[in-house]
């Protein structure tokens, strides 16, 4: 079965710093990835995803991620944060044998200081 | 853009009452979701639906149900609620691309 690890549940950094998020995932063959940010009181948004090819995926909202086969991994990273990105921001995973049913992970809470 | 729509933001409810969320999408999805969303446990799949009157059961479908007569209309249905479905409630539509796309929430309380 497939699973989606977000090991911070809390991420502390300050307005103009950089950004990563960990996501590590469970599957054998490859997956499809995904990022949602859910600001306040809202739906989940979609960042980007990954499906194949190139492993460095550009997404909105100066995001970007990158997919490491070797380590399950699918961090997101942003160059520099800014107030208006405080949010939770989730990771998922879906797969052929799943029905592309994404199975999401807890969620990483990001806290930005002025 | 692909719009999700619920019927309602915030709802209260007592416990034994029959409660109805609907959910609309305007892009002609074939498949749509219901998640709940509760603190520290991420998302969980209550039910989905690949296609009219067609339902499968998630990951936690105990206590719901669900009902789908049209295309763009996917409601889920607490027979009887109880206090520990407390919580908010996610619908999502999925096109081809297989992202998903979320409807605002609504946050229901049983009391």
């Known amino acids: 079965a497939q699973s989606v690890t977000q090991p911070d549940i809390h991420i502390t950094v300050s307005e103009g710093a950089s950004l990563e998020l960990r996501c590590n995932y469970s599957?054998?063959?490859?997956?499809?990835l995904f990022w949602y940010v859910q600001s306040p009181g809202q739906g989940l948004q979609l960042l980007l995803k990954?499906?194949?090819?190139?492993?460095l995926v550009q997404g909105i909202k100066g995001f970007e991620a990158e997919f490491k086969r070797s380590q399950s991994s699918f961090n997101l990273r942003k160059p520099s944060v800014h107030w208006s990105d405080a949010a939770e921001y989730f990771c998922?995973?879906?797969?052929?044998?799943?029905?592309?049913?994404?199975?999401f992970g807890r969620g990483t809470s990001l806290i930005v200081h002025p | 853009d692909v719009k999700v729509t619920q019927s309602s933001r915030y709802l209260v409810k007592r416990t034994g009452e029959k409660v109805f969320l609907e959910c609309v999408q305007d892009?002609?999805?074939?498949?749509m979701f219901w998640y709940r969303q509760d603190p520290g446990l991420g998302l969980r799949l209550i039910y989905f639906?690949?296609?009219?009157?067609?339902?499968e059961k998630g990951d936690i479908p105990e206590g719901y149900s669900v009902s789908r007569e049209k295309k763009e209309r996917f409601s889920l249905i607490l027979e009887s609620a109880s206090t520990n479905q407390t919580s908010m409630y996610l619908c999502?539509?999925?096109?081809?691309?297989?992202?998903?796309?979320f409807g605002p929430g609504t946050r229901l309380t049983v009391t």
């Open positions: 999502a539509s999925r096109g081809t691309s297989y992202e998903q796309y």
């Open positions: 639906s690949y296609d009219v009157k067609m339902k």
């Open positions: 998922a995973v879906g797969s052929s044998g799943g029905s592309y049913i994404p199975t």
């Open positions: 990954y499906f194949s090819g190139d492993t």
């Open positions: 599957y054998g063959a490859t997956p499809y």
């Open positions: 892009m002609d999805h074939e498949n």
